[in-house]
């Protein structure tokens, strides 16, 4: 929005928390007014997160609209970002995680009172 907080200033803040000692940082670009106009579509705040990334060095997660598993590998692999936050993919399925490990050839954590849920054709999915 004209006059409000842009990409530098991220940058100059998330710089002044490394400084304070911040481990990492989640980077959105908030949405917080109905005035804003953001395109919105698969990884559009992602390079938010890659700019401080890049300028800063602090591990930045990244956010906006991350639904597939290929698509988070492909942010982490690329190092756009370090680690990817999911809302919706969370919100609509719970067990993301499961399902993306199984999809990517990788193995999930789970509670050992779980391991009995997996699937039969993915023997192995879980560390145990």
Not at 27 to 33: F, N
Not at 53 to 72: D, F, N, S
Not at 115 to 121: K, L, M
Request: glycine content about 10%; overall charge negative.
């Amino acid at each position: 929005m004209q006059d409000g907080w842009d990409e530098q200033q991220s940058v100059a803040l998330t710089k002044a928390l490394k400084e304070l000692g911040c481990d990492y940082i989640h980077v959105s670009s908030g949405g917080l007014s109905p005035q804003q106009q953001i395109p919105v579509g698969p990884n559009y705040q992602v390079p938010f997160a890659e700019t401080i990334k890049r300028e800063v060095g602090l591990p930045t997660i990244a956010v906006g609209l991350i639904t597939e598993p290929e698509q988070a590998e492909a942010i982490v692999s690329t190092g756009q970002a370090d680690m990817v936050g999911l809302a919706r993919g969370i919100l609509y399925n719970p067990r993301w995680p499961w399902h993306a490990a199984a999809k990517l050839g990788a193995k999930a954590s789970a509670p050992p009172q779980y391991w009995r849920s997996e699937p039969h054709v993915l023997k192995g999915l879980f560390n145990s």
